[in-house]
C-alpha cells in the first residue's frame, strides 16, 4: 500500500495526461500487488485502500488538491467496448488469480506445491471436495476460495462419453439391432 502511494506521489507532480495516467495504473500501480494476490486473499479493506489509492492518482493532479471523482470506480472497471476505461478491480482481480492457482493444483497434481498442499490437506477427498478445518493457514483458505470460484464456474465436456462414467440403464441400447 505504501509502495504504490509513493509512486503515485511521485507520479502526480509530473501532471500526466490521462493517456499517461491511464497507462500508469495500468502498467504500473495495479500491478504492484499482483504477487501477493496471486498467494494470498487480501482483506476488503485493504482491497478499498488499494482501489481508493488508484483512483486518487486518476482523479488529483496535486497530491494536496483532492478532486471530485465524476464516475463510479465500478463504470472505470468496465471495459472500452461496454463504456469503462478497462481498470482492475482489485478484489475481482485476487480471487480470479487464486482461482488460477487452484487450477494450476487441479492439473497438476504431481508438482511439487501439489503434493505438500494435498497431502496435508486433502488426504481423503479431492481439492474440490475437501472441506477447510479451521487450524488451516491462511494460504490455504485463499487456494480454497479460488476452488469454490472454480466450482461454481466448472462443467465437463462429455465428448463421446469413453471417458466419462454416466449411468445407463441396462434395456437401453447404444447399438441398433
Known sequence: MDRIKQKALSWSSRFLSSAGKLTMLKS????????????????????KRIQSALTRFWWDS????????????????????SGGLGFRDVQTFNKALLAKLSWRLLQNPSC???KLL???????????????????SHGWRSI??????????????????????????????????
Open 112 to 114: 511439487l506445491l501439489a
Open 28 to 47: 504500473v500501480l495495479s500491478t504492484m500487488p499482483t504477487y501477493t494476490m496471486s498467494c494470498f486473499q487480501l482483506p476488503l479493506s485493504l482491497c
Open 144 to 177: 480454497c476460495l479460488g476452488r469454490d470460484v472454480l466450482n461454481l464456474q466448472l462443467g465437463r465436456l462429455i465428448g463421446n462419453g469413453l471417458t466419462t462414467p454416466i449411468w445407463r440403464a441396462p434395456w437401453l441400447s447404444l447399438t441398433k439391432s
Open 62 to 81: 496535486k497530491p494536496d488538491q483532492r478532486k471530485m471523482s465524476w464516475i463510479s470506480w465500478q463504470k472505470m472497471t468496465l471495459s472500452f467496448k
Open 118 to 136: 494435498l497431502g496435508k490437506y486433502c488426504k481423503h477427498s479431492t481439492l474440490l471436495d475437501c472441506k477447510v478445518s479451521n487450524s488451516a
